[in-house]
């Protein structure tokens, strides 16, 4: 699993090479079918003979750009969206997390509430936003004040 | 949204308050339904004259203990599991997360990539398991190395 | 459950008696939340003073036009599209099924499949769509036969 | 598509036949994972030498019992039981429905829906249940008075 847009050269090529190793070794890839991290490691998988499995977001009657991408075998289409996320972390023998955001870390999260096993290569930083969207805080009166002011917000868009 | 299991009581005293604190605004409390943390905001809002949905995993065929609490007003039943946590995610217009596993991390990182602002109440620490579930590495040969691993373990049970 | 389209002034009509009546005796209205059959029946119970659920197939970044209609109190947001169809059929006591096509013969079906009762008022002609679409046959070459037309014809699109 | 019940030996046997030609043919076969007319057609698939997929209701943690049978290729895990029946429908390039129930019924109306071919073989007499399930009227008087005997009959269960 990892992102869809494409990543450090570094990463983009441990894609690849991950996907290669995974073929080599008989073990069947599956991946969300798209562009970026998610293509990089079908097409080592691929190239190296592979099966590459694809559960996509869309279904035929709603084309999403880039999805599946060129080295998918087997398409699923779900047409459920973020619901499949549910189906990648369930699936495999084991989960390995590349680069990734917050999709990515609801499959770990995911992974990790069915007993998949989790494996992070580079230990990806997930890019949890900022102040207007993530926000901690310890008393339930700052939750309340938090809660004003994004409502108050959410008016005005 | 938090945790089916019963916290500290620094945790359930203020998902108390949190729930009568959100029906005594006027707002409509959504939760997943259950027990422990979320039956406690459940409770603080129902006894305050809220309106209290709960979005169930299981449906009226397959019955799962302490789903719906018993302050839950509207149960939706959905029948698909960790599937739900996408309704839970999406729906509504602020998220406010305390204390919980890997279900409340997964609905924390739909939410942000869905654009659900989200509030975090005691910066819950999310009980990511240990060694043998979630192993962060650098390397896709040590990535290789830990698949070998885990199969290996996997063939033994 | 019926049709996103609006249908006969017969049917329209009854959706809104329907509606009305079934806010007067208290009972929660719970619907796909659109246009058309839908729209009417949440239009007599909201007019009528009741709550009306709305479990819409889109998420809110992804705005589907007509969803919610303007009578649906509480909305939720599933984004997964016709996967949504199974808490319609699942969630209610009773589900009564007006006018409406293949997403409303899911809902029928999904529902029997579940234990939800099911009334259908004007029997509802569903639509079935002609030769291309659905092939009733009687043996495996027939299957063959149809099959190799269908992906010809799919080959040539 | 079929029942994950024993059918009469005609079905069985020809959804063995269609596995077969499916698999000689060089197509994937997809299917529910299943007992019954889904293991039939499977068995024939798979000593055809075909890739045989199945999309499973269940997840590994929920183990159910016969799921997947044992001439699955390829298991995906969903975990959300009734709602996998979309990707079942959304899937594949034809779907060939056989003698099932209510669960086949909804992947017909979810595939016409979604614009994927149907064939019927055997025109299969779907188990629309009996009165107490699937009631059809004329008129808003007699929901009304069906949904008071229903609701009366479920409050004494």
């Known amino acids: 699993m990892g992102s869809h847009n ?3 050269s570094v990463v983009m090529k441990d894609a690849r090479r991950l996907g290669e190793a995974i073929a080599r070794r008989g073990y069947v890839l599956l ?3 798209g562009p970026g991290v998610m293509r990089a490691v079908c097409e080592g ?17 709603h084309p999403l750009e ?13 047409g459920m969206y973020d619901a499949r996320n549910v189906i990648n972390a369930k699936t495999p023998q084991i989960l390995v ?10 499959e770990i999260a ?13 230990a990806p930083q997930f890019s949890i936003p900022g102040k207007h969207d993530f926000i901690a805080v ?6 309340l004040q938090e809660i004003d002011e994004i409502l108050a ?4 868009e």
Chains 1, 2, 3, 4 share one sequence.
């Open 45 to 61: 998988a691929y190239k190296a003979g592979g099966l590459v499995i694809g559960i996509l977001p869309n279904d035929k009657q």
């Open 6 to 8: 494409d990543e450090s």
């Open 31 to 33: 991946t969300g079918g």
């Open 110 to 122: 995911l992974s990790l509430r069915s007993g998949t096993p989790v494996i992070c290569l580079h």
């Open 97 to 106: 997390a590349l680069s990734g955001g917050a999709g990515t870390l609801s």
């Open 138 to 143: 310890n008393t339930v009166e700052e939750v």
């Open 66 to 78: 880039k999805y599946p991408n060129e080295f998918v075998d087997i398409t699923i289409y779900t």
């Open 153 to 156: 917000r959410q008016s005005k």
